[in-house]
């Protein structure tokens, strides 16, 4: 959880103040590099200790024990490469021959199951917000494993509807601990979201790419930019595929998506 803190303390010095824009990109990097050494003597301090998020456990190193780590479901190894739905041998899915998603590939260490689905539920909707801290320690931990960089981060932005109803974006917590981890740049002002579509989770596949057919706005150009969006959750990928469409159309030249868990429904 403190590292959490940390994490937005740093990052906030650029969002907040635009004026200083100019100065916090040059000093972006060694912001990153400070904030990295700092979480990694957090980590390896003997005497602070956390409450594991799933136990409880007082005398945890990390925001869950490894304990509680080792339950969480891994997605398999398997998968496809541009939506990560389990397929033999890795091979591309059906749907993204036959539909490819608008998004260059999807990212994700763990299936929507147990205990991890109650993590993210007590998170997004029972509005504990201090459980952002190990849900973001996820996310980077497994961003670190893998080789990639991008010009910027950003968040699914909320409907302002549903942001005033909850509070906070979930995305954007994870977002800004995910930019931190890869010395990349946070933005939370570059998207919007025209309107407070329906919950996808009631959808099935058809009703989810109606719904966020034109959800989303980008404010401006993005030419030859490679921008990573963060979610908690992907089902069929509807949402991400969505918004990724308006960044290329905006000249993005690559848009992957990085989310938390999987999610898999006969209707999707």
């Not at 998968?79 to 993204?96: K, N, Y």
């Not at 994870?174 to 579509?197: G, P, Q, Y």
Request: aromatic share 6%; net charge positive; hydrophobic share 40%.
């Amino acid at each position: 959880m403190l590292q959490h803190v940390f994490v937005i303390l740093t990052k906030n010095q650029a969002v907040r103040h635009p004026a200083r824009m100019g100065r916090a990109a040059k000093s972006w990097s060694v912001d990153a590099m400070l904030s990295n050494h700092i979480i990694e003597l957090i980590n390896n301090c003997s005497f602070i200790r956390q409450k594991c998020a799933l136990c409880g456990r007082a005398d945890s190193q990390g925001a869950l024990c490894p304990g509680c780590r080792a339950m969480l479901p891994p997605l398999p190894a398997s998968r496809c490469p541009r939506c990560a739905e389990p397929t033999p041998d890795s091979m591309l899915c059906g749907h993204c021959q036959r539909h490819p998603p608008a998004f260059d590939a999807l990212h994700v260490p763990y299936l929507f199951g147990y205990p991890l689905n109650g993590l993210i539920h007590a998170f997004k909707y029972g509005k504990r917000l201090q459980l952002a801290g190990a849900l973001a320690d996820l996310l980077t931990d497994f961003s670190g494993c893998q080789a990639h960089e991008y010009d910027l981060v950003i968040p699914v932005p909320l409907a302002n509807e549903r942001l005033a109803e909850r509070g906070f974006n979930q995305s954007s917590e994870l977002a800004k601990a995910f930019a931190v981890t890869i010395n990349s740049r946070f933005s939370d002002d570059l998207c919007w979201r025209k309107c407070n579509t329906l919950p996808q989770a009631s959808l099935g596949r058809a009703a989810r790419l109606q719904n966020v057919r034109h959800a989303f706005g980008v404010k401006r150009r993005c030419d030859g930019l490679s921008i990573a969006i963060i979610d908690d959750v992907a089902t069929s990928g509807a949402t991400l595929s969505a918004l990724a469409k308006v960044l290329k159309k905006q000249g993005a030249e690559r848009v992957d998506a990085w989310v938390l868990a999987r999610a898999f429904s006969p209707n999707t």
